[in-house]
T-cell receptor, first 111, second 112 residues
C-alpha cells in the first residue's frame, strides 16, 4: 500500500480556514485519495475523496496537486467541533479496498 | 438510524477469558472490517470480509477469529484474551463503489 505523510499536529483559530497537507509521492494511477476524521471518543468519519480533480462537499474541499503527489484538505471556516484527528488515506479502486490508517494530523481549534 | 452497530460498548475481561464482539450493519453493504486502535495510535486492520462467505487477515490478526454470519453481521472473537489486546475495537462497512466507509462507535475492551 502506498504511504502518506502528514504533520503530527496543527493548530488554528475558530472561524478561520484550515489547510491540512498530505504527501503521497508513491501514489499510483489507481489510488483514490480519501480523508477521514476522528472526533474524540468516536469512530472515524468519512470526509471527502478524490482522484485527480479538486472536490467540494458540505464538509470540506480537497485540492489535489497536478502530479497527484500531494493533496490538501481545506476546512473553509473552522469551528470548535472540527477539532479531531484527520487521516489522509490512499485507496485502490479495485481489490480488497482496505483502508490503511497512518498516524494522522491532530487538529486543535482555538476559540 | 442506518449505520453500524457494535455491542458491547465496554467490556472488562480477565486474562484467558473469551468473548465475541458483535457488529451489524443495515446499509446492505458487501464489505465489513474490524480495526483496533491503541491509545494515541492510528487504526490497524485485524480482519476483513470483502463479501458474505469470505474473510481475510489484515495487519494484526493473531489472537483473533472472525465470522461473517450473513451479509449484515460480522463478529470478532477473542479465544483467550491477553492484556496486549486491551484496545478500542471498531467495526466498519462499505458498499460497492467509491463511497466512504461507515464506522461503528467502538467497543472499549480492557483485559486485566
Amino acid at each position: 500500500d502506498a504511504k502518506t505523510t502528514q504533520p503530527n499536529s496543527m493548530e488554528s483559530n475558530e472561524e478561520e480556514p484550515v489547510h491540512l497537507p498530505c504527501n503521497h509521492s508513491t501514489i499510483s494511477g489507481t489510488d483514490y485519495i480519501h480523508w477521514y476524521r476522528q472526533l474524540p471518543s468516536q469512530g472515524p468519519e468519512y470526509v471527502i475523496h478524490g482522484l485527480t480533480s479538486n472536490v467540494n462537499n458540505r464538509m470540506a474541499s480537497l485540492a489535489i496537486a497536478e502530479d497527484r503527489k500531494s493533496s490538501t484538505l481545506i476546512l473553509h471556516r473552522a469551528t470548535l467541533r472540527d477539532a479531531a484527528v484527520y487521516y489522509c488515506i490512499l485507496r485502490l479502486i479495485q481489490g480488497a479496498q482496505k483502508l490503511v490508517f497512518g498516524q494522522g494530523t491532530r487538529l486543535t481549534i482555538n476559540p | 438510524n442506518a449505520g453500524v452497530t457494535q455491542t458491547p460498548k465496554f467490556q472488562v475481561l480477565k486474562t484467558g477469558q473469551s468473548m465475541t464482539l458483535q457488529c451489524a450493519q443495515d446499509m446492505n453493504h458487501n464489505s465489513m472490517y474490524w480495526y483496533r486502535q491503541d491509545p494515541g495510535m492510528g487504526l490497524r486492520l485485524i480482519y476483513y470480509s470483502a463479501s458474505e462467505g469470505t474473510t481475510d487477515k489484515g495487519e494484526v490478526p493473531n489472537g483473533y477469529n472472525v465470522s461473517r454470519l450473513n451479509k449484515r453481521e460480522f463478529s470478532l472473537r477473542l479465544e483467550s484474551a491477553a492484556p496486549s489486546q486491551t484496545s478500542v475495537y471498531f467495526c466498519a462497512s462499505m458498499g460497492t463503489g467509491l463511497e466512504g466507509y461507515t464506522f461503528g462507535s467502538g467497543t472499549r475492551l480492557t483485559v486485566v
